[in-house]
């Protein structure tokens, strides 16, 4: 999504033609959506074409993240704007699904609250860590969270009584579509999306579209098995690259202790990051054994796609300093060069979160799809 533009610049990024864009314009102003401004001269002749405003505040999405430590609330507006966000740490061992719902109803309403008495809310937009069926938004299974068949819609749906869509995805599918559309991969067609959480999700776009596989289980790539002599998976397999490069075993390996449940995930993470940043030899090589097992997962995906870029997000961001050269030096030795050749590696830089970003596009979608029709649907509710 995009803020104000002119119109003309408008007719030249659409290709229509200046009438079929007037009117489009038209429809818009009238239900609410954008509306025109007088640009000031840029003194060339003529008369200076209007600059054509999103309707940010009055037209919004409700975006919402699951994850297993946090969720996640943001209203986003019409253009892309994030208008309000909120962020909650759950209580350690109950992620169950009435309190997640009972936790992003709670946040909702304080800021469906703080909103304009004439604003709109169109949709919802789930990113949830887990397999979602894309016909019904179900979480099927969700091994990092303990769930399995919840009808999270529904509930939440039930639960929010707005009388809108509410729709849900995997977090690392919407992971990759916030990175494409408003990430460090935005624009690119090819780009595979890796989240780091306490397990690995991900997200790939090929020529363009979400690949979402046959019911909207694809790119579960935290789970290709990297080490068939490793540790059990919470999935039930053995060896997922989950087991080598989510936080847990990125944790293991910065304290040195095998059992890490009862470890206070953030401050290591943070403290760690301050001494590898300071040159401490210990992190430093903790995190180059990271990078090495996280290159060794890339180069087969890098083999498999052949993508424009990676994009690491999660933990996995702010870890990329310290992670850079083992990763490379893995792609070196393991990924073939001429199919990697063009390929870049990089953090996501979404402070708000990929995946809480990407449902707030996936909700957007769904109206933008027709506006129009979103607004008497919203009339006859
Ligand atoms: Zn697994």
């Not at 008369?47 to 297993?68: D, G, I, Q």
């Not at 579209?209 to 098995?225: A, C, D, N, S, W």
């Not at 397999?237 to 293991?252: F, M, N, P, V």
């Not at 052949?306 to 050269?325: K, T, W, Y």
Request: hydrophobic fraction near 45%; charge should be negative.
């Amino acid at each position: 999504m995009v803020g104000p533009m002119s119109r003309s610049d408008v007719v030249r990024a659409i290709g229509l033609t200046r009438s079929s864009v007037g009117g489009l314009v038209g429809d818009l102003t009238q239900h609410g959506f954008v509306r025109e401004e007088r640009a000031e001269s840029d003194g060339s002749p003529g008369r200076p074409s209007p600059v054509v405003v999103p309707e940010s505040e009055m037209n919004t999405v409700l975006a919402v993240e699951v994850l297993v430590d946090t969720v996640s609330v943001a209203l986003i507006g019409l253009g892309g704007e994030v208008l309000d966000v909120s962020r909650r740490r759950r209580a350690v061992g109950d992620p169950s699904p009435q309190r997640t719902v009972g936790s992003v109803a709670d946040m909702a309403a304080k800021m469906i609250a703080r909103l304009d008495r004439r604003a709109r809310l169109f949709q919802v937009g789930c990113a949830v860590t887990g397999l979602v069926r894309h016909d019904d938004n179900r979480v099927i299974l969700a091994p990092n969270l303990g769930w399995a068949d919840v009808p999270f819609s529904e509930m939440l749906a039930e639960r929010l009584d707005l009388a809108v869509p509410v729709l849900v995805r995997n977090d690392g599918d919407m992971g990759a579509l916030a990175e494409v559309r408003r990430g460090v991969a935005k624009g690119l067609d090819n780009v595979v999306y890796v989240s780091g959480e306490v397990g690995i999700g991900g997200g790939v776009v090929i020529d363009g579209q979400l690949m979402t596989g046959r019911v909207g289980f694809g790119g579960e790539i935290g789970h290709t098995i990297v080490n068939p002599d490793g540790r059990s998976c919470l999935c039930g397999a053995i060896g997922c690259w989950e087991t080598e490069i989510g936080e847990d075993a990125l944790i293991r390996r910065l304290v040195g202790v095998e059992v890490v449940d009862h470890v206070d995930r953030s401050a290591v993470l943070e403290s760690a990051r301050a001494d590898a940043a300071a040159g401490d030899a210990a992190m430093l090589a903790a995190y180059a054994a990271h990078g090495r097992w996280v290159g060794l997962g890339l180069a087969s995906l890098i083999n498999v796609f052949n993508p424009d870029a990676i994009v690491l997000g999660g933990f996995l961001a702010p870890g990329f300093p310290f992670m850079s050269a083992a990763i490379n030096a893995e792609l070196d030795r393991r990924a073939l060069a001429t199919v990697r050749e063009g390929t870049v590696v990089r953090a996501s830089g979404l402070e708000a979160g990929a995946p809480l970003l990407g449902a707030g596009e996936l909700a957007w979608d769904g109206v933008l799809a027709d506006p129009v029709a979103a607004v008497e649907q919203r009339r006859t509710a």
